[in-house]
């Protein structure tokens, strides 16, 4: 399916319709950003990467039951996608604490969160990402009670699907974000997972792999995806088929 017209364009990633009204393509450029956008660079292959890890787990995560609006790889560095009336709030979880969390409560950096905390982040880049809650988006309708429960369900689930894909590949997943969309009536996982809107740690080492290292300036940020792939098995060069 060819990519028509530009959507939109976001930090990271354009929107482009398609001939079906159901269907987007989502194209992952190389723009790394941080702070809000504050912080923007050009990193050499990161969308591909991106692209291609995101396929590997959406495509996992499909697998274990988790309904999702990916729907294949285009090229290297564009997916086909369903078409989400998107959900404005970002659903984050965490297994260790680093981050906002340890500003904005004093916890230490580094602390295992038992059980795993969830948080939701209205998208409002203006404003910072403000944190909110059940009651923020029920009062202003951002979804409705229903669609709040199912998007703590699903987070947990994929936390768990993907905690376990982690560590059997020697890495610690330490939090991550994601966003929701309605297709036809359901619930489905949009936007992306990729190092760009997670943590992980190396077990043994701790040693950051994410985009932490581009927001500390800590260099071989790519290198550092591509780490992270190999270590879980992705095939950066596998055919595109369809
Ligand atoms: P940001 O919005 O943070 O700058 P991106 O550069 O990743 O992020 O932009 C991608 C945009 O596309 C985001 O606003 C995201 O919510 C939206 N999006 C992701 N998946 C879908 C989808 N399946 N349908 C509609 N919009 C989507
Ligand atoms: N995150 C994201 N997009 C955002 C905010 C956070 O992908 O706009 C991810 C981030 O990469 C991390 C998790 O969500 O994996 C928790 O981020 P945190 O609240 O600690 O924010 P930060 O320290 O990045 O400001």
Not at 188 to 196: I, K, N, Q, S
């Amino acid at each position: 399916m060819e990519r028509k017209e530009q959507l939109y364009t976001g930090k990271a990633k354009s929107v482009f319709i398609t001939e079906s009204k159901d269907h987007l393509v989502l194209f992952f450029r190389d723009d790394t950003s941080a702070f809000d956008g504050e912080k923007i660079e050009q990193l050499d292959r990161k969308g591909m990467v991106n692209n291609r890890f995101n396929a590997f787990i959406m495509e996992r995560l499909e697998a274990a039951g988790i309904k999702t609006h990916y729907e294949r790889l285009l090229s290297d560095t564009e997916s086909l996608v369903k078409r989400l009336d998107m959900i404005p709030v970002e659903c984050v979880v965490r297994n260790i604490a680093t981050g906002s969390i340890c500003k904005r409560l004093g916890v230490e950096d580094g602390l295992d969160l038992q059980p795993p905390t969830f948080e939701f982040f209205l998208k409002d880049d203006e404003r910072h990402d403000p944190m909110i809650n059940d009651f923020h988006i029920r009062t202003f309708k951002w979804a409705t009670d229903e669609e709040v429960e199912q998007m703590k369900v699903l987070t947990f689930e994929v936390n768990q699907v993907l905690s376990g894909l982690f560590r059997e590949a020697g890495m610690i997943l330490v939090d991550f974000k994601l966003e929701f969309g309605r297709f036809n009536g359901s619930l489905l996982l949009g936007d992306e997972f990729t190092p760009d809107g997670c943590r992980v740690w190396d077990v043994e080492t701790r040693e950051k792999l994410d985009k932490d290292r581009f927001r500390r300036g800590m260099g071989q940020v790519v290198e550092s995806y591509e780490l992270i792939a190999s270590k879980l098995g992705i095939d950066m060069a596998g055919p595109v088929t369809g």
